[in-house]
């Protein structure tokens, strides 16, 4: 984020499995975690809240917060909370995409390939 010029623990951890072990990295960014992810923050949720957004807001902020687990714990720079924007909104999205299909796939593939971009950059 450009306000802290440094990544979340989420991202330094993805970055070292990139330099260390790129094909691991490739499966485990790309096809692992989406599937994880999805069924735990939107398929687990989804039958708990019947509103649309509120579901989506809940499963958003759950998503980001979790991404943060690190900088929750430490809190050495509290502008690190911020960093739940960017991911509470993906985490948003996958929901709404999941919601409005009524099938999982289709969120772990926004997932999938968000994450897949994401290597392809950082690569």
């Given at each position: 984020?450009?306000?802290?010029?440094?990544?979340?623990?989420?991202?330094?951890?993805?970055?070292?499995?990139?330099?260390?072990?790129?094909?691991?990295?490739?499966?485990?960014?790309?096809?692992?975690?989406?599937?994880?992810?999805?069924?735990?923050?939107?398929?687990?949720?989804?039958?708990?809240?019947?509103?649309?957004?509120?579901?989506?807001?809940?499963?958003?902020?759950?998503?980001?917060?979790?991404?943060?687990i690190d900088e929750f714990f430490t809190l050495s720079n509290p502008l690190y909370l911020f960093y739940i924007i960017p991911?509470?909104?993906?985490?948003?999205?996958?929901?709404?995409?999941?919601?409005?299909?009524?099938?999982?796939?289709?969120?772990?593939?926004?997932?999938?390939?968000?994450?897949?971009?994401?290597?392809?950059?950082?690569?």
């Amino acid at each position: 984020m450009i306000i802290l010029g440094d990544t979340t623990a989420n991202e330094n951890s993805n970055r070292l499995l990139i330099k260390n072990n790129l094909i691991f990295a490739i499966f485990a960014m790309s096809i692992y975690a989406p599937i994880v992810e999805e069924s735990v923050f939107r398929l687990s949720l989804r039958n708990i809240f019947k509103n649309k957004y509120f579901y989506a807001i809940v499963s958003g902020l759950i998503f980001g917060s979790l991404h943060l687990i690190d900088e929750f714990f430490t809190l050495s720079n509290p502008l690190y909370l911020f960093y739940i924007i960017p991911y509470g909104i993906m985490g948003f999205s996958f929901a709404l995409a999941y919601y409005e299909t009524g099938n999982i796939f289709s969120s772990i593939i926004f997932h999938s390939i968000h994450n897949s971009l994401a290597v392809l950059l950082l690569v």
